[in-house]
């Protein structure tokens, strides 16, 4: 006996990778979409891959046919188009549909903590994160209208050990390594949340077929909480770099140096986050983050050993933190 279908629009990334293989740990039957390429996180034995281009819509009712599922899971809808497709798309086809969002379209800055799901939805900092709350009020809009049957979803920083969370990734491991010194965002004391998927799926997972959670947003997280220094410091001592030399630089002005990465900067990781679990907690019981950032980070380390290919040291990253760290305090 096959247990309930579940559709992942998505399913090799490093937040619907853990999801996957959660659900198939617990007996779900798992179709997984995506464009089929190579990737660090294969699916699991057993998982039907379909191959199509999620961006297409023709190509997905094609590889879809006529088929129904108990649950869909959308990692890939980033812009409001996008989220009107996939409406017209599963309408009818599904019973519940869970759409990722993010927790950036929360307040920016927030106006009290923790962060809740009643919390406003505003940044006026990044587009991707406006873009996620005009998905949200898409979905919401066809669940009033026409019972549309979306949960939305909004995780954190999720990261796997196939990613360094840091400014510039391997970058600044090499730079710890060599004693450079590495820039650290505004003054290293704002808080921030890091998620394990791991831990992130225990949540996810445990929303599918719960007809509760339907109509509803949810917020996903750790409740583990570090200021921006102790992170680097942790990632430091999984690296074997007890003394990092860390340069503090304001955000606006790693903001002008490179545009690039002011709205990430702008809009999320310069304020202060933490985030309140009790609704997830509260609907799914098995649901705590269990693996702490010190774990995850050795984690991180052990698999970049394992992976030369990943350690890659980006020259523009060199000399942007070399030209950062004279303009730091």
Known sequence: MTGPRVLFLGGTGVISAASVAR????????????????????VPPGVEVLVADVRDPHAVRAALGNRTFDVVADFLSFTPEQARNAVELFTGRCG?????????????PPAR????????LRNPFWQYSR??????????????????PVTVVRPSHTYDPTRLSLLFG??????????????????????????????????????FGLAAAVGESFTITSDEVLPWDAVYQTVAAAAGVPEPLLVHVASDTI????????????????HSVIFSNAKIKALVPDFAARIPYAVGAAQAMAWH?????????????????DQLAGLGA
Request: proline letters at 6%; glycine letters at 10%; aromatic letters at 10%.
């Open 23 to 42: 659900a198939v740990g617990l007996g779900f039957t798992v179709t997984v979409l995506g464009r089929g390429t190579t990737t660090y996180r294969p």
């Open 96 to 108: 519940q549909y869970l759409f990722i969002s993010t927790a950036s379209a929360y307040q920016k």
């Open 113 to 120: 903590l923790p962060i809740t799901e009643s919390t406003p």
């Open 131 to 148: 873009d996620k709350i005009a998905c949200e009020d898409l979905f919401m809009a066809a669940y009033r209208d026409n019972g549309f």
């Open 170 to 207: 391997w970058t600044d491991v090499h730079r710890m390594r060599a004693g450079l010194p590495v820039v650290v965002h505004g003054d290293g004391t704002s808080l921030w949340t890091l998620t394990h998927t791991d831990d992130f799926a225990v949540g996810f997972v445990g929303l």
């Open 255 to 270: 903001a002008a140096a490179a545009p690039e990465l002011g709205p990430g900067l702008l809009g999320d990781k310069s």
């Open 305 to 321: 050993i394992m992976h030369p290919e990943a350690r890659v040291v980006n020259p523009a990253h060199m000399a942007l933190s």
